[in-house]
Nanobody, 122 residues
């Protein structure tokens, strides 16, 4: 069974940085898409970006230049580097996985982590 565990969330001041990690286990991921989503209170879950396990990285247009997705194949880990953080980035951040070339819709992803809270203070 595929399992995903996020870590790295916390409280940071506006303008600061965080790096989130998503550790994947329970499968072989050569054909997988791993994605980051976030959900703020009262809002819909929003796609942050995604990465094919062997490459092919895509970021939401609104976050390009501040958020960067990368991965370490040997460690089965995907990262989300978040820079120049703003209060509106406050949300629960989730990683998700699909054994296909999935895209922006969270319904395309059958596997989800538990989420990690990111809070940006002004």
């Amino acid at each position: 069974q595929v399992q995903l565990v996020e870590s790295g969330g916390g409280l940071v001041q506006a303008g600061g940085s965080l790096r989130l990690s998503c550790a994947a286990s329970g499968g072989t991921f050569s054909t997988y898409t791993i994605a980051w989503f976030r959900q703020a209170p009262g809002k819909e879950r929003e796609s942050v970006g995604r990465i094919r396990w062997r490459g092919g990285i895509y970021h939401a247009d609104s976050l390009k230049g501040r958020f960067t997705i990368s991965r370490d194949n040997a460690k089965n880990t995907v990262f989300l580097q978040m820079n120049s953080l703003k209060p509106e980035d406050t949300a629960v951040y989730y990683c998700a996985a699909a054994n296909r070339a999935a895209a922006w819709d969270p319904k395309e992803y059958p596997y989800w982590g538990q989420g990690t809270q990111v809070t940006i203070s002004s």
